[in-house]
Each structure stands twice: as C-alpha cells, then as structure tokens.
C-alpha cells in the first residue's frame, strides 16, 4: 500500500523543525549563562518547549501522508511518545549547558540524543492502530537512527560553538545553523517514513475520517504557539540581564568616581591626605629594602589667613590653584605633591642621595615664590614656610615623618616664614605633649572622666527619632570638655582605645536600657567602633555580655564602623558581621565614601546602613558635583537594600534635598548637636508633648517590661 504526501503539511513540519532548533539555541545559551538558580527554571520550561516542538514536528509529518486508509491513534502510546520527545530534549539542554564538553563526551551525548529521537519517532509510528503492524525496510530505518544521530552531534556541537553574546553574527550564524538542523531533523523523520512498510490490506481499529489537515494546523499552531512564548521569555530574560549588567558599569563608574573623590583634593587635583599617607609608606617601604633616603617637606603659605581674607573665598582658592601648578614643576617623575589641608602641602621625594639633595629641593620651591602670583587682577607675595624631615633618621613611620616635617615647619614660621628648616629632636615638645595626653587618658578612664552624648537620628520623611549616637567626650580637670578627635587617635596608637570602646559599648547598652526603664519610647543607640576594636578575637563575646548585663534587645544595639575597618581583612570581617547580625545587632558604615567607597564589595557583608559622610554634605546644595555623588549613593544602596543616613545636616535646605532623594534618616545640628543624656532624654519629652500622638502616649503610659524584639 502507497501514500501520498500533501506539500503543505510536510512544509508545515520543517517550518517547526527550523523554529524548534531556533528556540533550542538561544535556549542553550541561555542556560550556559544564566544563574544558577535559574538553571532549572529554563531547563525544564525549555526541555518542555522543545518537546512540544520536535514531537508536532513528527506529528504533522505523519498526518502530512496521506494512506487509502484512514488512520487512527491510541492516545496513551501518542502520549507516551511526547513524553520520550520531552525528556530527550531536557537530556540535550542539560549537555548543553555545561561550561566545557569534550568531543568524546558530545560524541557520547549524540548517541543518546539520536537513540532518544528515533524512539519518539518509532514509538509514534508505533501509536498508530494499525493491522498489521507496519514493518519497516532496515536499511533504511538504520539510516534513520544514524542520521538523528549525526544530526544531534551537529546540533551539539553548534550548541557549544554558538553560545556568545547577542551580536547580529551571532544571531545570522544562529539562523543558519537552525536551517540545517531542522533539515536535518526533518531528514530523519521522513527518511523513518520511507523505511516504514504497510500491508496492502491494513486497515485502523476505529478510524473515523477526521481531516488530518485540520488536526495537522491545530498541532502547529500549539507547536509554534508555544516555542513563541519561549522566545519571549527568553528575549525579556536577556533584556533584565542585560540591565543589571548595565547596573554593574554604572555601580563601577560611580564607584570609581568616589575613590578619585576620596583620595583627591577638588580644587587642586591633588592628591590629599589619605593618599599621601599611602604613597608615604609605600616610599618607606621601597627605601627600607634598598636602604635608601626619603624626604617628607611640609610646605605652608605665609600670611594665607590674611591674603584670603582680603581677596575673598574665590580669590584665595585661585592663589591655591597658581601654587600648586607652580610646586609641580619642581618636582621629579617619582615625587608626590599632595594638599592635605588648606594652605598645606606635602611633597614626598623618594631615592634622595642625601641631606644636599634635599636642600637643593628646598631652594626650588622656595624660589617658585619669588614672582608674585597674579591673581584677580592683583599681585600677591607670598612665601613658604618649609619643615622637612628625612627617612630613617627622623621616624620610620609615615605619621611620624609628617608630624615631625610639622614641627620643623612651624619652626620656619617662628623664625619668619620665607624659609625651610630640617627637624631636629630638639623641636619634638609635641611627643613630649602626647606622653601626658596618654598617661591623662589612661587616668580618665579609672577616674570616670570618660562621658557620651547622644544626638539623634531623624527620620527624614517623619521626623521621627528612634534611635541615636553615642559620641563620646572627655571632661578633663582642666582643659573641660575635649572632643574626641583629640584623642581617639592617639589612643588607638596605644592600644587604649581597646578599653575605651569596651567601656562605651557597656555604657551605650546601659544607657539604652536605662532610658526604656524611664519610660522613653524604646531608643536603638549606635556605637562607633575602631577598626582595632572590631579586629578583636573576642568581639562577639563582649557584645554578647554587655547586651545581656545591661539587659538590652540586641535590636536595640547598632554598630558603625568605616570601611577600611571592614575591608581589612574582608574574610575574618564577614564572618564576625554575619555572626553580629545574626545576635540581632544592626551595623552601619560610617563616613562612606571617604574611603574606598566600594559598594560593590560592601554588598557581600549582611549591613544595614550607609551613613554619607559630612564632607558630602556640606556643600550638596551648591556644589552640582557632590550632590551628583549623594544622589548615586543613595540610588545604588537602595537598590543593594540598604537604608542611607546622611550626617553633618545644617540645614532646611541640605534636609530638602535630601528628602527629594530618598534619604531615609539624617543626623546634624539642624536637629541637634550631641548633648548629655538627661537632655537627650528632655528632648524626647518635649518632642512627644509637643506633637500630639495618642500612640505615642500610649506607648509612653504602658511600658512594656521587656522591649519588643524589633525596633524601627
Ligand atoms: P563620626 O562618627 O563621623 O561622628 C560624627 C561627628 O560629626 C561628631 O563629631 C558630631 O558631633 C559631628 N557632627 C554632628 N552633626 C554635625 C553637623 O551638623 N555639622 C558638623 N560640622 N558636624 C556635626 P565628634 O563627636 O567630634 O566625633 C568625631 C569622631 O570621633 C566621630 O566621627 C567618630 O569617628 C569618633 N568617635 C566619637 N565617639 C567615638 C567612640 O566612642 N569610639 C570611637 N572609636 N570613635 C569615636
Ligand atoms: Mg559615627
Ligand atoms: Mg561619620
């Protein structure tokens, strides 16, 4: 018995054929790109899509041949062969997707694939019900099977070799290689076809003569119908992918922006004193190893106050930016100039031969003041006073060598400025100074002179406060209230400040708590701590003890710490993190984007918060630059899910525009400065009686005895 076939149905059948290869490419790559835990999504939607492809693909081939005969098919068994269509294509998508194949593998994986697709095809052929059953011509059914199989080690092979990125070549050699894989696929169903052998007297158990074109139509409709819908999610899928890739160069830009910033002086370019210090122990470190020199000049202007109070602002930053284009061209390749404060400059000279050399140096940038500066239309005189200090004679460290250049500068201007003097010990009162600061710090810290004040952080869309920093003071027998900046260095050059942040740390919780017994709303305190501290074996355990003697929630406790205290060691640094948050303690970066302002590191670590640091702040309203950097901070710590609280707000204004940019707290004497706790908590009070907030008196009448577990 011979048939016929219908052209249109069996053109109907490649069409698909094409289309299923087209799907299983860009399905291919998807899956060798995409995330992990995405892998099994696509893997069984596209196992499923593909299944549904190649197995119409057959179908219709079969209804495309017309027999004298009508034909009839047992369900289950059409069934049982879309399922063997489905899990073959899941099998070849699964090879696929691994990173690298050897051919020995793809020629392993071929096999299978071409042993699966002959299966679908014989246990169709086997669905139709048909006495007697059909045989098949062997030469050619084996050709069949060696042909789903040549055509599955093609398909692999190209799965491997097609799988880069989405460039118009890409996507002509993707097309192609679809052409010849459908071809191929097709080859093989009708090569099947040809081998198949009907009786001349078959005849189908219940056929009915449906019309096979109708049912043909309907099945690649779904078929097409459905490998469309995988191409859209694919599409969509890159596009996201593709976005957040985006995302990640913009984080980078931002990020390296912010280091510039950081380590940059914005008048002059210069670099500033965070990288000076770098680069300063990096010149000591090169000289130690090749017993070499290093020179360290402080140079200071004469009678800057006083110039830049007569030229103005402006006319004093323009003298500033003539000085330091005027220094560069003293100096040699290897030298760093960098601004480190507002009429202080620092050159570094490496590989010096000696205190000659040095001297000559000196000379020339002295001479650079000779001519006057002509700025706004005035001629200015100034002068340098110069102090210089030497690697290895006068210190060994980079902060010794700059506190020493100091002395011998202040030493010139004694004399009259116009000058450079080479520090001599003689000139050191100042470690002389720092013995009593030290000894005075350690009797602090017995005699309880040691205090925190608290300023609040607010809210910024309500207004609200609740939570606050503790910021410590010394209330010295004599000098009266000394900021920290006057001794938290030094303590942390000595070790003291591990003692010092443990008694903060007890006193915050204590205070938090004791605030709560009063009756406050319940109040979360954030600690700053020093790297050194947080570099303690035994950190945990004494977060721990001082949460539970003061008997405070640890969501009532927050941690700020800087970057660099993170990123030091980012290992030991993340497991101490996840341990603190795992407690229930909430941390913060503090003065972010000071330092290495990576958030594309910081997201690796389980944070809270990003507090921008004040110098951003200050001038975010005038300067279009910083308030570029504020905003980009914001925009990526939200999108990393972190809050963003600002510091050093003064006013209405900077407040503004925080607000306008999703700033979620602020901190700043726009509310208040750092006062004592019976203000902090009389502060509190009158907040609460000035606004009227029924909840809130509530809150206020019924204290609960233990706070509860989460604090907002
Ligand atoms: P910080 O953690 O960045 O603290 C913020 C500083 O900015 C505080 O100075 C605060 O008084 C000041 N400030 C707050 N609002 C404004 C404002 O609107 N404008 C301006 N110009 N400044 C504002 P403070 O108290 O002198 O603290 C200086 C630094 O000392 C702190 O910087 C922190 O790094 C360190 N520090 C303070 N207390 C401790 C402590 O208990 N342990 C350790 N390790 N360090 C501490
Ligand atoms: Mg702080
Ligand atoms: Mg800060």
């Known amino acids: 018995m011979n048939g016929s076939y219908n052209p249109w149905l069996v053109a109907l059948s490649v069409l698909v054929a094409v289309c299923v290869s087209y799907t299983a490419l860009n399905l291919a790559s998807r899956v060798a790109t995409a995330q992990r835990r995405y892998v099994r999504m696509w893997l069984a939607g596209g196992a499923f899509a593909m299944g549904v492809g190649i197995w119409s693909m057959h179908f219709i081939g079969m209804l495309a041949l017309s027999l004298p005969i009508a034909l009839s098919y047992s369900i289950p068994k059409t069934l049982v062969s879309l399922l063997v269509a489905i899990l073959v294509s899941g099998f070849a998508l699964a090879i696929a997707s691994q990173r690298h194949s050897s051919l020995v593998r793809l020629a392993g994986g071929a096999v299978i694939m071409g042993l699966g697709i002959a299966a679908m095809h014989y246990s169709g052929m086997g669905a139709i019900r048909i006495l007697p059953v059909i045989t098949y011509e062997p030469v050619l059914l084996v050709t069949s099977v060696i042909i789903a199989i040549v055509a599955s080690f093609a398909a692999l092979w190209l799965f491997f070799r097609l799988r880069g990125g989405a460039s118009w070549r890409i996507l002509l050699q993707r097309m ?96 500033n004193r965070l990288l000076l210090d770098d680069r300063l122990s990096q010149a000591i470190a090169y000289a130690e190893r090749r017993q070499g020199k290093v020179a360290v000049l402080v140079i200071d202007l004469d009678r800057f106050k006083m110039i830049n109070d007569s030229l103005g602002h402006h006319g004093g930053d323009e003298l500033l930016k003539e000085v330091a284009s005027r220094l560069r061209t003293t100096l040699r390749k290897s030298d760093t100039l ?38 706004l239309s005035v001629d200015i005189h100034t002068a340098p006073s110069i102090g210089i200090s030497m690697y290895p004679n006068d210190g060994s460290k980079a902060e010794e060598l700059v506190v020493h250049a100091d002395a011998a500068m202040y030493h010139s201007k004694k004399v009259g400025g116009g000058t450079f003097t080479f520090f001599t010990p003689s000139m050191n009162a100042f470690a002389q100074q720092r013995l009593e600061l030290e000894n005075g710090l350690r009797r602090a810290l017995v005699n309880g002179e040691l205090e925190l004040h608290y300023q609040p952080k607010v809210d910024v869309t309500t207004g609200r406060i609740s939570s606050t920093e503790a910021l410590i003071r010394w209330r010295h027998p004599e000098r009266g209230l000394v900021p920290p900046g006057d001794f938290i260095p030094l303590a942390e050059e000595t070790g003291l400040i591990l003692q010092i942040g443990e008694w903060v740390l007890r006193e915050a919780c204590r205070q938090a708590r004791q605030w709560q017994v009063n009756g406050m709303a319940p109040m979360r305190v954030a600690i700053n701590m020093s790297a050194q501290q947080f570099k303690q074996k035994n950190l945990v355990t004494v977060v721990r003890s001082a949460l539970d003697n003061a008997g405070l929630e640890p969501g009532y406790l927050e941690i700020e710490l800087t970057e660099s205290a993170v990123m030091h060691n980012a290992a030991a640094s993340a497991a101490i993190l996840e341990e603190l948050s795992r407690i229930g303690v909430h941390i913060s970066i503090d003065d972010f984007g000071t330092g290495y302002s990576s958030l594309n590191y910081l997201r690796r670590f389980p944070l809270d918060k990003l507090k921008i640091d004040r110098a951003f702040i200050k001038d975010v309203v005038a300067n279009p630059e910083d308030a570029a950097i504020v905003h980009a901070i914001i925009a990526m710590a939200h999108s990393l899910r972190l809050k963003v609280i600002a510091e050093g707000v003064e006013t209405e204004q900077q407040l503004e525009f925080l607000r306008s940019l999703g700033c979620d707290q602020y901190q700043g004497f726009f509310c208040s400065p750092a006062v004592t706790p019976e203000n902090f908590a ?11 907030d029924p909840l809130a008196t509530m809150s206020r009448l019924y204290v609960p005895l233990k706070a509860p577990k989460t604090a907002t």
């Open 338 to 375: 960098a601004r480190t404060g507002g009429d202080e400059f620092v050159l570094i000279a490496d590989e010096v031969a000696g205190q000659a050399d040095v001297e000559l140096l000196a000379q020339r940038v002295v001479a650079c003041f000779v001519k006057p500066f002509h700025i």
């Open 682 to 692: 009389e502060m509190m009070r009158e907040k609460q009686v000035g606004k009227f």
């Open 176 to 271: 192609l290689a679809s052409l010849v894989m459908g071809a191929a696929i097709s080859g093989m169903h009708y090569t099947g076809m040809f081998a198949s052998r009907f009786a001349p007297d078959s005849y189908c158990i219940g056929a009915t003569a449906t019309s096979s074109g109708w049912l043909a139509l309907l099945i690649g409709g779904f078929a097409l119908g459905v490998l469309l819908i995988t191409m859209i999610l694919l599409m969509y899928d890159a596009h996201l992918d593709s976005r957040s890739r985006q995302h990640a160069v913009a984080l980078e830009d931002a990020n390296a922006r912010l280091r510039h910033l950081a380590t940059h002086d914005s008048l002059t370019e210069l670099p």
